[in-house]
């Protein structure tokens, strides 16, 4: 779809407003169908509530969470489709399903084949037909079973378990997918020199490929030089080659010209459970390119990004400075800066599968 923003008007702006309303977010003075001030303010709210980037654009992102976020338990059939039903009523029915002791993976809103196997086991064990579809019946027996007391989700214990195994010894072998943001078709931001954003990140991530491949591991690259696949198809990718880890290659981007640092995402929402593995990788890698290029520490953070929560891998997002800075945004297109980020970012991949430092 094609960003949202303030400025735009019509029934797609309509249905936004509509949408922020029913979520008790409030447009003030702003007419029905034209984004002002007021739209932009709700926008910006619920982005950061829902742990998305707060920019006050309604872009793919930003439009799907909002869908989903007007549905709960009980409004629908939930089933296994193509694409996956994502919504808060999904995210509600996994964070029970968890908390009563049926794995169904990460409270990511998508109804998957994890959350499948979750509702089939809670019905084969309360005697009900075992379909994996949320009606009534299943639905009724889950509020009955459900018991908010239980504090730790199976999934975060199932992470915690991973996080013990023994480490490899070296990454040879290892399947690794790279995700240079942005493409030709939805350049990103432009840096000083006119760069676009997506020829910075495949630089990135294409130097990160060759050195990871020259220690054995097997590198999936989410895109080429001259394609540009939605968010969702990347994360579908992650999971069609059942990679160990996805690290995606961003820049960040600020009205205010003084902005500038390093900064990583992982999968979680400021007030519930978050990825542990996701979060380790998130921050060696900022750790990693602020110790090898000197940059200002923004710290890592959680955030529901599409390449974070639809994917089942643990998965890191990674802005290694500003482009819209005067000087950092100079260094991020530099052929010898770009070559210190894909020598820190191998090193925090290795350092994440090996487990050193850790």
Do not use: K
């Not at 549905?71 to 193509?82: A, K, M, N, S, V």
């Not at 994502?86 to 399903?97: A, I, K």
């Not at 290795?350 to 487990?355: E, K, N, P, R």
């Amino acid at each position: 779809m094609d960003p949202i923003a303030r400025g735009a008007s019509g029934p797609e702006v309509e249905d936004i407003q509509r949408r922020l309303e029913g979520l008790g977010l409030s447009l003030g003075a702003d007419e029905s169908g034209r984004f002002g001030d007021a739209t932009l303010t709700a926008v910006r709210t619920f982005q950061r509530a829902r742990g998305l980037p707060a920019d006050g654009i309604v872009d793919e992102d930003t439009w799907q969470v909002l869908v989903s976020a007007s549905y709960r338990l009980g409004d629908r059939l939930l089933f296994l489709t193509r694409p996956l039903l994502r919504g808060d009523d999904v995210r509600d029915l996994q964070q029970r399903l968890n908390r009563l002791g049926f794995d169904a993976g990460y409270d990511d809103g998508l109804y998957g084949p994890m959350t499948v196997r979750a509702l089939s086991g809670l019905q084969a064990d309360v005697g009900l037909p075992v379909d994996g579809i949320l009606g009534p019946a299943t639905l009724d027996a889950i509020r009955r079973l459900h018991r908010d007391h239980q504090a730790a989700p199976v999934f975060v214990a199932r992470e915690r378990a991973q996080l013990r195994r023994p480490p490899r010894p070296t990454v040879a072998g290892a399947r690794v997918m790279l995700d240079p943001s942005h493409g030709p078709t939805d350049p990103g931001l432009v840096g000083p020199d006119g760069t676009p954003e997506h020829e910075v990140t495949w630089r990135i991530a294409s130097l990160i490929e060759g050195r990871l491949a020259a220690l054995g591991a097997r590198v999936v690259l989410s895109r080429g030089p001259a394609t540009t696949p939605t968010q969702v198809e990347r994360a579908t990718l992650a999971n069609n080659e059942g990679v160990e880890l996805i690290l995606s290659v961003h820049v960040n981007g600020s009205a205010s010209a003084a902005a500038c640092g390093v900064a990583a995402y992982y999968f979680g929402t400021a007030d519930g459970p978050a990825s542990e593995r996701g979060r380790r990788l998130a921050d060696l890698a900022a750790d990693a390119i602020v110790g090898t290029t000197g940059a200002a520490h923004c710290r890592t953070h959680p955030s529901t990004m599409t390449i974070l929560s639809h994917s089942r891998a643990p998965a890191a997002v990674v802005e290694p400075g500003f482009l819209t800075h005067p000087e950092e945004g100079v260094r991020l297109v530099d052929a010898e800066h770009q070559r210190a980020i894909a020598d820190a970012l191998t090193e925090a991949v290795v350092a994440f599968l090996t487990a050193r430092n850790g």
